[in-house]
């Protein structure tokens, strides 16, 4: 069972950063990609960013210039660095991650989310 402890949110104004950070463990299978996603007040999840075990990543047009998704794969963590931020870019932040873990185990994990509000 995968454990992952997101951490990072918060309130900031308009034009600010956040940076966070979720630490994946209990994996005895190899992490293949870790994301992030949000859900605004109101609105399904979305896609934020995405970002391989070979490094590859893929951003929301919403996203792209603004944020940057990178991992440390030797302590098995996902950050999200989020500078020009938006009053739209409130929401709950998910950690995701999706692993080796072969058929029929689950090889897709969430983490609890957190809280990112931004003011104007």
């Known amino acids: 069972q995968v454990q992952l402890v997101e951490s990072g949110g918060g309130l900031v104004q308009a034009g600010g950063s956040l940076r966070l950070s979720c630490a994946a463990s209990g994996s005895i299978f190899s992490i293949n990609r870790m994301g992030w996603y949000r859900q605004p007040p109101g609105k399904q999840r979305e896609l934020v960013a995405t970002?391989?075990?070979?490094?590859?990543?893929n951003y929301a047009d919403s996203v792209k210039g603004r944020f940057t998704i990178s991992r440390d794969n030797a302590k098995d963590t996902v950050y999200l660095q989020m500078d020009a931020l938006k009053p739209e870019d409130t929401a709950i932040y998910y950690c995701n991650v999706y692993t080796s873990a072969p058929w029929p185990m689950n090889p897709d994990y969430w983490g609890q989310g957190t809280q990112v509000t931004v003011s104007s």
């Open positions: 970002i391989t075990s070979g490094v590859g990543t």
